[in-house]
């Protein structure tokens, strides 16, 4: 074999290895997700036709390696007193074996392909050196015919201005440089957010170890705003007990005068809000630590696996929401129910207590909700659909309360036809403040 390929990896271990993902993800998470990144890279390798040689650190722990990527490679540790002295003599101790060509990876890459490898190898065939650069400044591979100690020496690393000092410095001693496909380090919980939404929209990186170790760790934030909601506070308690080492809860008071505050388990976080539903959740996702916002009124009765279902959802959507049924028999309120779920589905409007849940980078993107008394979900839902997203919908839906509703079926339809007429005078342009002024509070 002519041509080598090096991993420069450290051992995955836990507390040692992906830290500037903590607290994000717990230690055993980073050492399980850089474990999936090594099983993505060792794929794409094993495809080309080289050696493959794994530098690591540290040097005692070599075992644990070969157990994720097999006995077939050659294992050395990892020599020198600076990051770019230990490339160089990596580089230098496989070149030094009389490979024609050598190309070095990292590992914060599990998007690397066979193709850029390739690429790297070919690029050698008229160049000294070869790049693949790195979207923050860096690069995730370097590719020579013989050790070149000037893309090395005094550098320091982890600035974004790295791949460019080291290619002035290389071009001012006349080398040759190739570069092959820009790609996207992940080195913090942003850039894991920003994977799960380049492989959202592939379907074929969707089966990769990478993309499975971050949709089963999609971490779900549930956010509830509360005022005044004795009567329903326990029961939305007593459905997401057993949710909560499993994902994050917080209940967002908005002033409560009653006795909401003194019945929710001492289990759950509390934050307190000026009152007002938008104030409410915009304060509760600010707070919040999740991937993906979850927003549900406490009058909600949920699917026992909601939040698979959620999690689901959010593999090919960035906004999503549950069907609706009412805990009425009433045929207006069945009828309610169909029109609602038709105009999520196929006009792409959904509302609050149909439980809205969203990436939290779009969330943030798009301004939070609107700081409005009313018409805060309807006015986002808006802007979604203005922006072209798509809303995916659960499997199963939602059932809530309809104590909005007036009992007798007259007055069931004069409120639907009212609360029409409000969302088409706020189309229209009318003033919040009136619209407002029309919409009862039922606490």
Same mark, same amino acid.
């Not at 700081?371 to 986002?380: A, R």
């Given at each position: 074999m002519e041509r080598a390929i090096i991993i420069f990896t450290r051992v995955p271990l836990a507390g040692k290895t992906k830290t500037r993902m903590m607290p994000a993800l717990t230690p055993m998470e980073c050492e399980q997700l850089h474990i999936s990144f090594l099983k993505d890279i060792k794929q794409e390798c094993e495809k080309v036709s080289t050696d493959i040689f794994v530098a690591f650190t540290p040097e005692d722990k070599e075992k644990k390696l070969v157990k994720i990527l097999g006995d077939d490679k050659?294992? %050395?540790s990892q020599k020198g007193n600076d990051f770019g002295e230990k490339m160089y003599n990596a580089i230098k101790f496989v070149l030094d074996k009389n490979y024609k060509s050598c190309v070095l990876i990292g590992t914060d890459i599990p998007e690397i392909k066979k193709e850029y490898l390739e690429n790297a190898f070919k690029g050698l065939n &008229?160049?000294?050196i070869v790049f693949g650069p790195t979207k923050d400044g860096g690069y995730y591979l370097v590719g020579m015919n013989k050790p070149i100690e $000037?893309? %090395?020496k005094n550098q320091i690393y982890g600035k974004g201005t790295v791949l460019e000092n080291t290619v002035f410095r290389l071009k001012n001693k006349n080398f040759k440089i190739e570069y092959v496909k820009e790609l996207s380090d992940i080195d913090t919980i942003d850039d894991l957010r920003k994977f799960r939404n380049r492989i959202r929209e592939n379907r074929k990186e969707q089966k990769t170890e990478s993309s499975k170790f971050v949709y089963s760790n999609n971490k779900v934030s549930i956010i509830i705003p509360i005022y005044n909601e004795e009567s329903t506070i326990e029961y939305i308690q007593k459905q997401l007990y057993t949710f909560k080492d499993k994902c994050e809860i917080i209940f967002v008071d908005g002033g409560s005068s009653d006795n909401t505050l &003194?019945?929710? !388990?001492s289990n759950f976080t509390v934050i307190n809000s000026e009152k007002g539903r938008a104030n409410q959740m915009n304060l509760g996702a600010e707070k919040s630590t999740g991937d993906t916002l979850f %927003?549900?009124?406490s009058d909600s009765k949920l699917p026992s696996d909601f939040l698979m279902q959620i999690k689901e959802v959010m593999k090919k959507y960035r906004v999503g929401c549950f069907g609706i049924i %009412? !805990?009425?028999k009433n045929f207006f309120m069945f009828a309610c129910r169909i029109i609602s779920n038709f105009r999520a589905k196929y006009r792409r409007i959904i509302f609050g207590d149909q439980g809205i849940f969203i990436d939290r980078d779009l969330f943030f993107e798009l301004g939070m909700y609107p &700081?409005?008394?009313?018409? $805060? !979900?309807?006015?986002?839902s808006l802007s979604l659909r203005d922006k072209g997203f798509k809303v995916g919908i659960t499997k199963d839906r939602i059932n809530t309360s309809d104590r909005r509703y007036p009992k007798k079926t007259i007055q069931k339809l004069k409120l639907m036809w009212k609360m029409y007429k409000l969302r088409k005078m706020y189309r229209n342009g009318v003033d919040i403040n009136i619209l407002s002024n029309n919409y009862k509070d039922i606490r």
């Open positions: 050659i294992y %050395f &008229n160049k000294d $000037e893309a %090395f &003194n019945l929710i !388990d %927003f549900l009124h %009412f !805990d009425s &700081n409005l008394p009313i018409m $805060e !979900d309807y006015q986002f």
